[in-house]
């Protein structure tokens, strides 16, 4: 075993990525363990706001320019369509483009720049985390012990499951969680609108998705109550007619878990805190978590260097800077319930009556400030 690190990162997604990246650049001695060789493919629509923008340029100043430098903005929006199966229910003019971003480079980008600034990464998938000893055992049999560990291993999270075991958070994938599934389609297969779509009303508490990226169209529907993969498939297939994609054969389908509403609200144990996914911290309205992840990797970094080594003062620290977006998350989940939730008859009612008075605040909510949840 032999050296201790200051921390150890177990997942390079936006959360892992920009944990190490803060913790590296002020002398801390991180090590990464990613269990996929990056880059690697994750599944996602790929839409960032203006919060996640100016986050990413608060770290990186010149980010946006080189997302555009290095090709992986696909697509920048100005307008975008909200609307049910049958009509629609609001277009407009964003006040800011809603971008789109190829997620595999997007996240190689962040792996790489904590790479500069001193994270030791290793493509070594996390099997068991002891959390007395603060050390974490490999796939591969090695053993890395360190001062602390930040979990951010997505969705799915082992860490969160061992933690829950021990009654000191919630488990994952909670009743709240929703099953998505995406496909990627080259635009010629259909027939799509160049803005941004979203669906309501094809499924109870969940919501379908239209996005133009340059070559494909990311098309996905994602429910926190029906997590069937055979009938969320089913309800996509039925969507992608209605864009003229008939060839159900030319489409890979893929499934994933996105926490939507899944946030734990102290989600630390002694020297170890969850950050991004693994925490539940996708927005309960539509999903976003990208801003989440970053956001929540810079608060897990900031708690770990303001401890000064006392693990319940880190948990205490992260769960105080984590407040407003838990509180912010309750309230959206709240909406969601009161929208998303109803039958859908009764959600595009809801909708057409609601739309028309708070789709401008709806827009400025979702694409925020950034440290304004
Ligand atoms: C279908 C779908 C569409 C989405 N669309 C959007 C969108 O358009 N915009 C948006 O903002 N958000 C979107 N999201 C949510 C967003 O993708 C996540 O919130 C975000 O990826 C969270 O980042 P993360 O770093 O916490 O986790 P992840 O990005 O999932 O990264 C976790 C990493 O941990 C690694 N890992 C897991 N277990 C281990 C282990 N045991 N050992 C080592 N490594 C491990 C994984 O390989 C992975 O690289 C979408 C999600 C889904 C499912």
């Known amino acids: 075993m032999g050296k201790i690190y200051d921390v150890i990162i ?9 944990a190490g990246l803060n913790l590296a650049r002020r002398g801390l001695n991180v090590l990464l363990l990613e269990k996929k060789s990056m880059p690697r493919f994750k599944l996602c629509g790929g839409m960032i706001t203006r919060k996640t923008i100016e986050l990413a340029e608060e770290i990186h100043p010149g980010f946006y320019s080189q997302l555009e430098q290095e090709g992986i903005i696909e697509n920048q929006c100005l307008t975008y369509l909200i609307k049910t199966e049958n009509r629609n229910l609001h277009t407009a003019r964003a006040r ?18 904590a790479i500069q600034e ?29 001062k602390f560990i930040l979990a951010a291993d997505g969705a799915g999270s082992r860490v969160r499951l061992e933690l829950a075991r021990k009654k000191v958070v919630s488990p994952p994938r909670s009743g709240y969680a929703a099953l998505a599934v995406e496909t990627f389609v080259p635009k010629v297969y259909g027939s799509f609108s160049d803005s ?18 340059s070559k494909v169209q990311a098309v996905g529907i994602c429910s926190a109550k029906q997590k069937d993969g055979r009938l969320l498939k ?22 994933s878990l996105l926490p939507y ?20 911290l996708a927005e309960p309205l539509l999903g976003e978590g990208i801003y989440f992840a970053h956001a929540s990797g810079n608060m897990a970094a900031r708690a770990v260097l ?8 880190c948990v205490d620290l992260y769960a105080g800077y984590l407040g407003k977006i838990i509180s912010s998350m309750r309230k959206r989940l709240l909406l969601r319930k009161l929208t998303l939730g109803l039958p859908p008859f009764l959600a595009d009612k809801a909708f057409s009556f609601l739309l028309p008075l708070i789709a401008l605040r709806l827009e400025e909510k979702i ?7």
């Open 118 to 146: 001193g994270v030791q990464l290793k493509v070594e998938k996390a099997a068991k985390v002891d959390f007395s000893g603060c050390t974490v055992v490999t796939s591969s049999g090695n053993t890395y012990r360190g």
């Open 10 to 18: 177990i997942g390079g997604g936006p959360a892992g990525a920009t």
């Open 196 to 213: 941004p779509e979203l669906i309501l009303g094809l499924i109870k508490d969940g919501y379908a998705w239209s996005f133009p990226c």
């Open 261 to 280: 509403g899944d946030y734990e609200p102290r989600p630390g144990y002694r020297n170890v805190l969850l950050v991004g996914d693994a925490a539940g």
């Open 367 to 373: 694409q925020g400030r950034h440290g304004d949840y």
């Open 306 to 313: 303001e401890s000064k080594g006392i693990a319940h003062a």
């Open 96 to 113: 800011h483009p809603f971008v789109l971003i190829n997620r595999e480079k997007y996240d190689f980008l962040w792996i790489k720049s």
């Open 234 to 255: 089913q309800r996509l297939l039925y969507l992608l007619k209605s864009y003229g994609v008939a060839d159900k054969n030319q489409m890979k389908i893929q499934a």
